[in-house]
């Protein structure tokens, strides 16, 4: 079999790999939705620029190990929208370090921008989530890039490549393609390349699988040190996720269930570029400490379409917060927003978007005020965003706010940032586009050999403050006074379920599981639709939609528009799950 570890974002690679030395592959994900628009200002200010330059410096930093004879190779989608200048950049880096010679693999012809504007009438170029025409925006486009699956990254492997560099190409679908090389698979044998996906969802986003955003997380164990995830896949496509035994954390059936759901819609057909998947068949089950074993993923052919993650300016926004401490702190906080509010308004300035928050009561999602009522709070941060297509509007308010401090209610503080900083808007346009018109290509480059003369490299082993193993004891903090003696709560929703919610564009999913599978009856008897649309309607979302996923226990919900107002503190969603685990349940519960 092979071991492949998920590393997100910028965190260091060398140290997965000093706590697992036997692994064949490193995968790394850098690109969230608007980072190519990011990325795109970037590469105008410099034509030599438009990835992320700290992963060169990752780079830099693996070169001891590859140079001392490490054979584990990486793969990641670093590249954004200039996989070759970040290719030769990491080229640079290894030869300076005198590094054996490599070869890199770089993936490119995700970038569709052209393509969409010589067809703006295309259908299938409508908005995903609001089937608007993309003629509309089509001026302001910035960036246009297709999820690319992994038949390009299998390409560079099979020339020989120790390092692959990617644009925008699937989460999953770097996983997929090391499982693929290594075992010789057909990229047409859909259940084992249903297998890998499965393993490449649960690893893109790092360490959410080893108890990190866990329902459960004051209980997992030494968080200071939360160790990455590793995929051991075997050549059938049999797959167990654990993580070095050196590192915090933990990988349980929980930790593993809620990554499953996590940023999906129907479970029964998670769609990837190499492969439909069905997750109703899959079998979690926990193996041994830190060992769960995933089984049964059922594959289908690959959509003819593959989807595509377009940005488009539009407009400038700012947001600003203020702490307010004393009495009714929350009623002077709303009231400090009007003022602001008013005094924009009665200057003439006009804005697409505002909202008023008075975080720590609740206010991130609507629907929770209500466990606050009755408790006067005395501290609340005060949070004011606005959100317009005339930057001068969003310069008005940055000077508005401050005044607060000398104007406002008495215990105004916390204004030591200054003003709000006015920030370009790009918003996200999801399509789709023919996979057969995206013109994915494969390069290599390699690094000079080091001379004789060059010093030789030394790898270390791997120490934890003399400690052989993490994860046997958990943080006491918070817990060291016994609570004093309170009325009885209602019964809610989280002493019987866990959960797990994100983004999906202007939409959301929540992931919902019973901790005992004897209370899944009647939670999907229960907790309907119409109940979870009714829990959020404060939040003006359109409509409610229910999955059911029998084999995990699990019910997956999603809300549709419940994010259409983007500068709300939670704007993608994220703490949507533990609002509704807030819900109030019945006592006794009968199916």
């Excluded at 054996?100 to 970038?111: F, L, P």
């Excluded at 259940?191 to 986003?205: F, N, S, W």
């Excluded at 030394?458 to 903090?477: D, F, I, Q």
């Excluded at 009714?534 to 999603?558: K, T």
Aim: hydrophobic fraction near 40%; include cysteine; glycine fraction near 10%.
């Amino acid at each position: 079999g092979i071991r492949d570890i998920g590393v997100t974002g910028v965190q260091t690679c060398a140290l997965p790999i000093c706590q697992v030395p036997e692994l064949d592959y490193l995968t790394m994900d850098y690109l969230a939705e608007v980072s190519m628009s990011i990325l795109a200002l970037q590469r105008d200010r410099n034509p030599q620029t438009g990835y992320p330059q700290d992963f060169v410096e990752v780079v830099r930093g693996l070169a001891p190990y590859w140079g001392s004879g490490g054979r584990c190779k990486l793969i990641a989608n670093a590249g954004g929208l200039n996989p070759a200048a970040c290719a030769r950049a990491c080229q640079a880096v290894l030869e300076q370090a005198g590094c054996r010679s490599m070869k890199i693999g770089i993936v490119t012809g995700d970038d569709v921008l052209g393509i969409l504007k010589m067809n703006e009438s295309l259908e299938l170029f409508d908005n995903l989530d609001t089937r608007i025409k993309l003629r509309d925006v089509v001026g302001r486009l910035v960036t246009a890039n297709a999820y690319m699956g992994c038949r390009g990254i299998v390409q560079a492997l099979e020339m020989g490549a120790d390092l692959v560099i990617t644009g925008r190409v699937a989460d999953p679908s770097m996983v997929a393609a090391a499982c693929a090389f290594h075992f010789g698979w057909s990229l047409e044998d859909w259940d084992r390349m249903a297998a890998a996906t499965v393993a490449g969802h649960l690893l893109e986003c790092g360490t959410h699988v080893t108890g990190g955003i866990l329902t459960d997380w004051m209980s997992i164990p030494d968080p200071t040190h939360l160790g990455f995830p590793i995929a051991e896949v075997d050549q059938d496509g049999g797959l167990v996720i654990t993580k070095s035994s050196l590192t915090g954390g933990c990988v349980t059936e929980a930790t593993v269930k809620e990554q499953l759901l996590y940023e999906i819609s129907n479970p029964d057909c998670y769609i990837s570029p190499d492969v439909e998947v069905s997750f109703l068949g899959l079998k979690v089950q926990q193996e041994g400490r830190d060992r769960v074993a995933v089984r049964g993923a059922i594959g289908r052919p690959r959509p003819k379409t593959i989807k595509v993650s377009a940005t488009y300016r539009d407009g400038y926004r700012a947001a600003g917060t203020l702490t307010l401490v004393g009495e009714h702190a929350v009623e002077k906080g709303y009231r400090c927003g009007q003022i602001v509010l008013d005094r924009l308004r009665d200057a003439g300035w006009h804005y697409t978007q505002t909202v008023v928050e008075c975080l720590g009561n609740g206010e991130s999602v609507p629907v929770m005020r209500s466990l606050n009522e009755g408790h006067d709070s005395y501290e609340t941060v005060l949070r004011i965003a606005v959100e317009s297509s005339d930057k001068d509007a969003v310069e008005a308010f940055s000077k508005e706010m401050i005044p607060l401090v000398t104007a406002g209610p008495q215990g105004t503080t916390g204004y030591a940032q200054g003003r709000p900083s006015v920030q370009p808007v790009f918003r996200y346009w999801p399509c789709l586009i023919d996979e057969k018109v995206v013109p994915w290509s494969v390069d290599l480059i390699e690094t000079a050999s080091p001379s004789p003369s060059a010093a030789k490299h030394s790898w270390p082993k791997y120490h934890v403050n003399n400690r052989e193993k993490r994860g046997g004891e958990s943080s006491e903090r918070g817990n060291s006074t016994k609570p004093a003696l309170q009325a009885p709560k209602p019964r809610r929703l989280k002493s019987i379920a866990y959960g797990r919610s994100g983004d999906k564009g202007i939409h959301a999913n929540i992931g919902i599981l019973v901790r005992d599978p004897a209370d899944y009856a009647w939670l999907c008897k229960w907790l309907t639709s119409e109940r979870v649309h009714d829990f959020f309607r404060p939040m003006g979302l359109e409509r409610v939609e229910r999955f059911e996923a029998p084999n995990l226990c699990g019910i997956n919900f999603l809300l549709y528009g419940v994010l259409n107002c983007s500068i709300r503190n939670d704007a993608q969603g994220k703490a949507l799950a533990q609002a509704l685990l807030t819900i109030s349940i019945p006592d006794e519960r009968e199916v």
